[in-house]
């Protein structure tokens, strides 16, 4: 059973940073895209950055890149998200999730919820400003 696990998440001041963690388990990822969301209150959930697991291919939404680093521990499982420059505007609900990697590889398919199949119960990142 597919199980998705977040960590890392709290309150954090503007301008501070934060690492989230997913650990994933319950069957190999080589053929997965793991992505991170997040979700505010009154509002859809939007694409924060993905990641090819076999590959290492990573792709970030607009408003994050420069500031915000998806990355991948093969040994350990487990998908990042490294924060920095965070801001009020950051403040959401975390949301990890695995989706199979379908062939040709369209990035941007990967870029919406519906594509994923799992998802971890989500960690609360709120930046204080």
């Known amino acids: 059973q597919v199980q998705l696990v977040e960590s890392g998440g709290g309150l954090v001041q503007a301008g501070g940073s934060l690492r989230l963690s997913c650990a994933a388990s319950g069957r190999s990822f080589s053929g997965y895209f793991m992505g991170w969301f997040r979700q505010a209150p009154g509002k859809e959930r939007e694409f924060v950055a993905a990641?090819?697991?076999?590959?290492?291919?990573?792709y970030h939404a607009d408003y994050v890149k420069g500031r915000f680093t998806i990355s991948r521990d093969n040994a350990k499982n487990t998908v990042y998200l490294q924060m920095n420059t965070l801001n009020a505007e950051d403040t959401s609900v975390y949301y990890c999730?695995?989706?199979?990697?379908?062939?040709?590889?369209?990035?941007?398919?990967?870029?919406?919820?519906?594509?994923?199949?799992?998802w971890g119960q989500g960690t609360q990142v709120t930046v204080s400003s």
């Open positions: 999730a695995a989706a199979r990697s379908t062939y040709p590889i369209d990035i941007y398919a990967y870029t919406v919820p519906q594509k994923y199949s799992y």
């Open positions: 990641i090819r697991w076999s590959a290492g291919t990573t």
